[in-house]
């Protein structure tokens, strides 16, 4: 059985929205870095296309070498031509780390739960008149694979600040 994930799933794609909205302090540094150097939408597909991928020896030019060409190819595939030549700018000839946005991803789920478990178990006309347990099961049903205990500990805590790492040296 196949279904289409909504959007406020943890594995959805990220939108425009998550990158400049009040998600965007969950934005790791380096995520914030690729939106600044190639912009907002190429960012976007880089980090829906390859989210936790480690992409060696960035090519500087689409025809240095056969290895490169193909690994430009693929990039300006999924970037673009004038953003690959951004990146070819920032990132050539190095390791570029795409970040995987968990914590973005995951505070976005939470906020969902939380909204929908407020409208699910308010009373009607603004909202469904559920029980606790019943507007749990909802969401558990919604967001497989999660389980009860989870959405329950998520439904527990507010929402945190977002994490900002430090220099590390």
Request: aromatic share 4%; proline share 11%; net charge positive.
């Amino acid at each position: 059985m196949s279904r289409t994930l909504p959007p406020h799933h943890p594995h959805a794609p990220l939108t425009l929205a998550d990158l400049s909205g009040p998600l965007a302090p969950w934005l790791p540094a380096g995520a914030a870095s690729l939106v600044q150097a190639l912009g907002a939408p190429a960012a976007l597909a880089l980090l829906n296309g390859c989210p936790g991928a480690l992409i060696p020896n960035v090519p500087k030019s689409p025809g240095s070498n056969a290895h490169g060409a193909v690994r430009w190819a693929a990039l300006t595939d999924l970037v673009g031509e004038q953003a690959m030549q951004r990146l070819a700018q920032s990132h050539g000839g190095g390791v570029l780390s795409v970040p995987n946005c968990h914590a973005l991803r995951t505070e976005r789920r939470n906020r969902y739960l939380r909204a929908e478990f407020d409208r699910l178990t308010a009373r009607p006309p603004v909202g469904c008149g559920l029980s606790k347990n019943r507007a749990v099961e909802a969401l558990v049903m919604a967001l497989a694979p999660i389980t009860y205990r989870q959405v329950e500990q998520i439904l527990d805590k507010p929402s945190a600040a977002p994490v900002v790492q430090g220099a590390l040296f």
